[in-house]
T-cell receptor
Framework: AQTVTQSQPEMSVQEAETVTLSCTYD???????LFWYKQPPSRQMILVIR??????QNATENRFSVNFQKAAKSFSLKISDSQLGDAAMYFCAYRSLTQGGSEKLVFGKGTKLTVNP | GAGVSQSPSNKVTEKGKDVELRCDPI?????LYWYRQSLGQGLEFLIYFQGNSAPDKSGLPSDRFSAERTGGSVSTLTIQRTQQEDSAVYLCASSPRRNTGELFFGEGSRLTVL
């Protein structure tokens, strides 16, 4: 079974600075998606960024970018120019694309990000 | 509606009572998921629907938990004989079709069992 590990329960960053959240995963599959989701205090999970494993190019979405290292099974999220609104729980998630594989997302335990003014 | 709607938003019940949690997915979304989030924990998968079928119900923690989906739309998660360890936020998500990966989440139903 696939597992997702987020080794940083909490992180903090100064407003306008850059922060990197870590995620590693364990799988024997070659085809999959990886995601970062954000959960603000309102509880609603929002997709931040997605990476297809077959793509070598790292995904970017405005101030958010990932460092995807397939061989190392590492998928970190970099937030540039941090804003107060970035404060939230961030979850890394894995989804199999293997034929016959589960279609569920497997989540890590999350990293709580605090942004200091 | 525009997003995934869950009700009730908050539910307080006594140990041993049954509860029903409802999820109304985004119109046209064929896949529907239930997750459980306990305090300070990540998201624990419960069950996944494709249409009205549940190809993966491996995460249901016990036979006290059941879920159904009707008309390819609304889903109900039922917990019978609730226990204190069932206290958590129950999140529902939907997805427009297979293999897109992205899930659209509701705001969850917070269940407190006294």
């Amino acid at each position: 079974a696939q597992t997702v590990t987020q080794s940083q329960p909490e992180m903090s960053v100064q407003e306008a600075e850059t922060v990197t959240l870590s995620c590693t995963y364990d799988t024997s599959e070659s085809d999959y998606y990886l995601f970062w989701y954000k959960q603000p205090p309102s509880r609603q999970m929002i997709l931040v960024i997605r990476q297809e494993a077959y793509k070598q190019q790292n995904a970017t979405e405005n101030r958010f970018s990932v460092n995807f290292q397939k061989a190392a099974k590492s998928f970190s999220l970099k937030i540039s120019d941090s804003q107060l609104g970035d404060a939230a729980m961030y979850f890394c998630a894995y989804r199999s694309l293997t034929q016959g594989g589960s279609e569920k997302l497997v989540f890590g335990k999350g990293t709580k990000l605090t942004v200091n003014p | 509606g525009a997003g995934v709607s869950q009700s009730p938003s908050n539910k307080v019940t006594e140990k041993g009572k049954d509860v029903e949690l409802r999820c109304d997915p985004i119109s046209g979304h064929t896949a529907l998921y239930w997750y459980r989030q306990s305090l300070g924990q990540g998201l624990e998968f419960l069950i996944y629907f494709q249409g009205n079928s549940a190809p993966d119900k491996s995460g249901l923690p016990s036979d006290r938990f059941s879920a159904e989906r009707t008309g390819g739309s609304v889903s109900t998660l039922t917990i019978q004989r609730t226990q204190q360890e069932d206290s958590a936020v129950y999140l529902c998500a939907s997805s427009p079709r297979r293999n897109t990966g992205e899930l659209f989440f509701g705001e969850g139903s917070r269940l407190t069992v006294l």
